[in-house]
């Protein structure tokens, strides 16, 4: 569990990413908290040069189709970098561990099987308030955290 700020970063330290593109796709499951994440993402990489119009954002149900929802956006769209943004709380059942295996594999999937980088923003936390506390709350947002990953990873990518 994160104990320091998710958003702190160094702007200097990061790459020139101008006139890259990137996407989002969205869990809409626990908006609160999504949306959070994704105005964090939006937010940090049009403060390090990317231009609004290179910023595509989609939307699906939960966090288990955001594999889907990324595996269309890499075939059809041409982006340097994909950020999945989603939110799993644990609750009194065990579909919280099939959910985030599923999740996290086929995230891990989509980095092997294409040549475009795809960013695990999926909160997975015990509460709702360990997921507030992450999505721009006391511990930050790590959806900023994810976006100066999709930015380093996407001019990895192009050397």
């Not at 949306?35 to 937010?43: K, R, S, W």
């Not at 889907?68 to 989603?86: H, Q």
């Amino acid at each position: 569990m994160a104990t320091t700020d998710l958003s702190a970063y160094d702007k200097d330290d990061l790459p020139n990413v101008k006139g890259f593109r990137f996407g989002i796709v969205t869990s809409e499951w626990n908006p609160e908290i999504t949306e959070n994440l994704t105005l964090g993402a939006i937010d940090t990489l049009l403060d390090n040069g990317v231009a609004e119009e290179d910023i595509i954002t989609w939307k699906v149900p939960g966090s288990f189709e955001l594999i889907y929802g990324c595996k269309k956006m890499l075939e059809s769209r041409n982006v340097d970098a994909i950020i999945a943004i989603g939110n799993v709380i644990q609750g009194e059942t065990k579909h919280f561990d099939f959910v985030c295996e599923g999740v996290t594999q086929g995230i891990k999937d989509l980095n092997i099987q294409y040549n475009t980088p795809t960013i695990f923003c999926v909160l997975t936390d015990n509460t709702k308030q360990q997921s507030l506390d992450r999505s721009g709350g006391k511990l930050g947002n790590k959806g900023i955290e994810c976006a100066v990953a999709a930015i380093k990873m996407a001019a990895l990518n192009k050397r």
